[in-house]
């Protein structure tokens, strides 16, 4: 039987699926975790990036800023974290790590959003009497909002299969089946821990391509009306 088959049946045995350990109640878990690690990261980034885009001033620097932080691995962070203060809050040092890691990509293609709107359109509205937080809400994130929940969905990815290093902290999430798989020394849990991951992470990739569509024709045919 090959790892892969092993895998397989693990998977389809009902036993894996139910209880508090079981692959149902850790997927809810794992998206928890995304979902609100994502929030905050959108909270943080997107008025610094919307603003410094909008003014055209900062905004290299903010971005930089944030790149800096893919330099560093977000599993050093989180040991970082755990050894400071912070490691007495329960979840928080996960929560801090995958949010630093969530900002670049988020605040990075929100500012370049804003920057890459035509610039005749925005002097086009400002003609028209137009005033800063207008020209905002009604020019410029309609046009730069394609590149903008780009930018969120490349986080919404990238936060799913990371979330995996809940797990190293005690936390929940899909990580804690890979991690009782080496534990039990078993690959094919293991295994199929790493293919949970995997397809969420082109679920969610999956999800926010369908749901961008429509919210961009939205947004666009606003900008024009």
């Known amino acids: 039987?090959?790892?892969?088959?092993?895998?397989?049946?693990?998977?389809?045995?009902?036993?894996?699926?139910?209880?508090?350990?079981?692959?149902?109640?850790?997927?809810?878990?794992h998206l928890y975790l995304t979902a609100v690690c994502l929030a905050i990261a959108c909270a943080v980034?997107?008025?610094?990036?919307?603003?410094?885009?909008?003014?055209?001033?900062?905004?290299?620097?903010?971005?930089?800023?944030?790149?800096?932080?893919?330099?560093?691995p977000t599993f050093a962070v989180l040991?970082?974290?755990?050894?400071?203060?912070?490691g007495t809050w329960g979840s928080w040092p996960t929560v801090i790590?995958?949010?630093?890691?969530?900002?670049p990509p988020v605040l990075t293609n929100a500012y370049t959003a804003m920057r890459g709107v035509d610039r005749d359109v925005v002097r086009a509205g400002r003609g028209m009497g137009m005033t800063g937080s207008q020209l905002?809400?009604?020019?410029?994130?309609?046009?730069?909002?394609?590149l903008i929940l780009t930018g969120v969905r490349i986080a919404a990815v990238q936060l799913v299969a990371t979330?995996?290093?809940?797990?190293?902290?005690?936390?929940?999430?899909?990580?804690?089946?890979?991690?009782?798989?080496?534990?039990?020394?078993s690959t094919p849990q293991v295994v199929a821990g790493a293919v949970l991951v995997a397809v969420l992470a082109l679920v969610v990739e999956a999800l926010f391509v369908l749901a961008v569509r429509p919210a961009t024709r939205t947004a666009r045919s606003g900008s024009t009306g």
């Open 1 to 29: 039987m090959t790892t892969l088959s092993a895998a397989w049946e693990w998977l389809a045995d009902p036993a894996h699926w139910s209880g508090p350990d079981g692959v149902t109640h850790r997927l809810q878990q």
């Open 45 to 72: 980034a997107l008025p610094v990036a919307l603003v410094l885009g909008h003014l055209g001033r900062g905004g290299a620097l903010a971005v930089n800023l944030s790149n800096v932080g893919r330099a560093v």
């Open 79 to 86: 040991v970082l974290l755990l050894l400071s203060p912070v």
């Open 97 to 103: 790590a995958l949010v630093l890691f969530a900002i």
């Open 136 to 146: 905002l809400a009604r020019v410029e994130l309609p046009l730069a909002l394609p």
């Open 163 to 185: 979330a995996t290093i809940a797990a190293l902290a005690g936390g929940g999430g899909l990580g804690r089946i890979i991690t009782a798989g080496f534990n039990l020394a």
